[in-house]
Nanobody
Framework: QVQLVESGGGLVQPGGSLRLSCAAS????????MGWYRQAPGKQRELVAG???????NYADSVKGRFTISRDNAKNTVYLQMNVLKPEDTAVYYC????????????WGQGTQVTVSS
């Protein structure tokens, strides 16, 4: 009933930038926290960045100073601006959100591939 649709992934050279978007749709009363996770081959999924409904953010140490998470509550959308990309940023990036319908439920997007390579 709720879907998270991601866009913006792709192939980029080291030092380049990408902007990921994730729009939530469906039966939504309110969206609480939203975030971005990533999973590289052979590694566990990790939190990249999170943002509360009030705009408070947190980041993994590996991306601080390079990535910026933001949200547009009117559009039910969260963004991840990724700058100075490194090969180690290569992963499948997943959008995540806590969404209130009649109860609060955690949802995942299908994932979008980000590849940083020369």
């Amino acid at each position: 009933q709720v879907q998270l649709v991601e866009s913006g992934g792709g192939l980029v050279q080291p030092g380049g930038s990408l902007r990921l978007s994730c729009a939530a749709s469906g039966s939504i009363f309110r969206i609480e926290a939203m975030g971005w996770y990533r999973q590289a081959p052979g590694k566990q999924r990790e939190l990249v960045a999170g943002i509360t409904s009030g705009g408070r953010t947190n980041y993994a140490d590996s991306v601080k100073g390079r990535f910026t998470i933001s949200r547009d509550n009117a559009k039910n959308t969260v963004y991840l601006q990724m700058n100075v990309l490194k090969p180690e940023d290569t992963a499948v990036y997943y959008c995540n959100a806590d969404i209130v319908g009649h109860t609060i439920v955690n949802y995942w997007g299908q994932g979008t591939q980000v590849t940083v390579s020369s």
